[in-house]
């Protein structure tokens, strides 16, 4: 793929979606903008088949979305249609009226071609490995099956919360002999989709009814954390939720927390079909992905057929926040950590920590983009606020702790909104995490540009660090480097000795 800015679109059951990225090197990239237009044309072909009688307002959405990606400067864009334009007598006259329209081809694609970019944009975005995947939109749902991050199999569904509410679901409040009818309508559906099911994998759901629904258990939970990819649920939430909004009116759906406006028509739905794949696959979790379709699109681009491997999303995340930032890391002091966190690993709470200390030390600083007087505090938020892949959510706020470390008492102070999160040890764990990026970076700075040698002797009482290939730093009383030796004691229950060479 070309570096430069490229737009995918998606023109969808319910609506249309704008993402334009950048391109640089090493497949970094970062997201330029991203737009959404309500379009309904599952409306349309819930009631009549056909959706001639929407072409004006989807030309003028479609031709505002595909000028926006030309004037952020997308060199090339790829446009796709899917359930609606795929399901409607008129569907490929009505997208290549579009196309004309913007100077901008959009294809349709099948059932199979949208699961399987569904479970790319996904899967290449979130630490799972085998599962079910399903992408609950407007007028069709996708549900796949995938094995150690391969797809194994994609079906196609004839119906979506768009199509679903126009047929059965009209009344306000719906009525019992309502919901049972729709919720038997999708079960016979799933048991043609996906006759056999796996029991017990879990399950990760795309598309924004999912997400509006994990939002519905964000507000009613106070989640603390600003995200929804990667966002765990247990299965009997979905039930739950369609007992407490099902008979509500409209009106009512409203008012609840959590639930955008232009959702609240069509939650019970959502609500009915999500309910009978839970019921259908007995899912041991739900992981919901911010990532989909569009994401698919540009992951073709970028690995084709190969996703990346769970192991190395964070790593590539992290390039790709830094490529967002317009920063580089310097790669001496990035050495030096990687020497203390190998040395340090013994002392480490878990030994699967050492993908988080590497993290760490590669962002440790980024807030220096906002105010260098106040780069800690900046990092916390950029760090927290960041799409880092391959983390839970427990560990992104480690993570975000443990790259703005200043000391221990600032770093149990950030961490405190966060403590429903976490677990036994996790302090302690971002404490010595982010101890070690911060004394490499003050080594790095004591000697810039320097290469340097780690080894270290470790006794109950005592760390002696044996550091070659750097100067000893001035003798400045409380520098950096003194100011931090003296938290050993606390944080890795050692007095800290250095001796260069």
């Known amino acids: 793929m070309r570096s430069g800015r490229h737009a995918f679109l998606d023109i969808g059951s319910h609506s249309a979606r704008l993402l334009v990225v950048e391109v640089g ?6 997201v330029v903008d991203e ?32 000028q926006r990606a030309r004037h952020l400067g997308a060199r090339e864009s790829e446009a796709v249609g899917t359930a609606a334009l795929r399901a409607a007598r008129d569907g490929a006259a009505f997208a290549a009226q579009l196309g004309r329209t913007a100077g901008v081809p959009l294809s349709v694609l099948d059932g199979e071609e949208e699961a399987r970019l569904g479970f790319l944009g996904a899967v290449a975005t979130l630490p799972v490995q085998s599962g079910y995947l ?42 019992l002999d309502q919901t049972e009818a729709a919720a038997e309508h999708v079960r016979s559906l799933l048991q043609t989709s996906v006759p056999r099911p796996e029991r017990g994998l879990p399950l990760v759901a795309l598309g924004g009814s999912f997400r509006s629904i994990a939002k519905l258990h964000q507000a009613a939970t106070h989640y603390p954390f600003p995200s929804l990819h990667n966002y765990r649920m247990p299965p009997d939430v979905i039930a739950a939720l369609l007992r407490r909004l099902g008979r509500m009116s409209l009106r009512d759906r409203r008012k609840v927390p959590g639930l955008a406006l232009h959702r609240a028509e069509l939650v019970p739905s959502a609500l009915l079909i999500a309910a009978a794949i839970v019921d259908h696959l007995a899912p041991s979790e739900i992981v919901i992905s911010g990532a989909g379709l569009r994401e698919g699109l540009l992951y073709r681009r970028l690995y084709g057929a ?7 999303l964070l790593a590539q995340s992290c390039e790709n926040l830094l490529f967002q930032l317009d920063e580089e890391p310097d790669e001496a002091q990035l050495d030096l950590a990687e020497g203390l966190l190998s040395v340090f690993a013994p002392l480490l709470p878990q030994t699967d920590a050492l993908a988080l200390g590497r ?58 909104p966060y403590l429903d999160l976490l677990e036994r040890g996790d302090t302690v764990l971002a404490q010595r995490l982010g101890l070690a990026a911060a004394f490499a970076e003050a080594l790095a700075r004591s000697d810039p540009g320097q290469k340097a040698e780690i080894a270290a002797d470790i006794t109950p009482s005592l760390i002696t660090l044996g550091v070659a290939g750097i100067a000893p730093p001035p003798q400045v009383p409380f520098g950096e480097i003194e100011r931090l030796a003296l938290q050993f004691p606390k944080i890795y229950g050692r007095k800290l000795v250095v001796r260069y060479n």
């Open 25 to 30: 090197e090493a497949k970094r990239w970062r």
């Open 35 to 66: 737009e959404r237009a309500i379009l309904r044309l599952g409306d349309a072909l819930a009631s009549e088949g056909r959706l001639v009688g929407e072409i004006g307002r989807a030309q003028a959405v479609y031709r505002s979305l595909c």
């Open 134 to 175: 399903c992408d609950l939109g407007g007028a069709s749902t996708e549900v796949s099956r995938f094995a150690q991050r391969q797809l194994v199999q994609a079906s196609s569904a004839p119906f979506g919360a768009v199509t679903l509410h126009q047929q059965f679901l009209q009344g306000d409040p719906l009525s």
């Open 306 to 312: 190969a996703l990346p491997r769970a192991e190395d």
């Open 359 to 416: 993290a760490a030390a590669r962002l440790r600083g980024v807030g220096r983009r906002v105010n260098f007087y106040d780069r800690h505090r900046h990092t916390f938020a950029i760090v927290l606020g960041a799409r880092l892949f391959g983390l839970s959510h427990r560990e992104q706020v480690l993570l975000a702790a443990a790259a703005s470390y200043e000391g221990p008492r600032h770093l149990r102070d950030v961490l405190v």
